[in-house]
């Protein structure tokens, strides 16, 4: 319908990418990607009290699947001396607005979240992304990891994953994808598996 329309890219092309990654967006390389194997589901709490006992620079943003779960892990969380808070599509926008206030101040190191962060978060200097749950496609996994790394600085995100995502094979695959197209390492037996 337009007359010489222009089309701007940023990042990598849809066109140069490979059959298994379906998107166009790649994480800046200031983003320093792992995927850690925790087993089975009850081992995503024991890595990710590993990882925080550990130290790392607040704030942390960890993303669940579902409200139930983020609300789950907060109780779990709770407990362990940590300045842990929840955001999910359930909070008022006020509530909201006084959580990312919170996290800036440093009154929150921990700010468990469902895919509501994701997108249009205005927090500037997030040091860290956990994806607790696998992200439903490889746009949800960039958006969120975009979190992190933002402005130059340097950032890292983890994604942990089961036996369970290995047998569903899709997801684990495209994140895997993500992270060799944006410079990082992953087996090259998990850019194989079949959805």
Known sequence: ILRDPLSITIGLHSSSLTNNYQGGAAVPDTVEQSLVFVGREEGKLLALRQILREGVLPPVLVFLQTKERARELYHELCYDNIKVEVMHADRSPEQRAELLTKVRTGEVWVLLCTDVCSRGLDLKAVN??????????????????GRTGRAGRKGRAVSFWTEGDMLEGKGLRAIANVIKLSGGEVPEWMTQLKP
């Open 128 to 145: 860290m992304v956990i994806n607790y749950d696998l992200p439903s496609s490889c746009v949800a996994y960039v958006h969120r990891v």
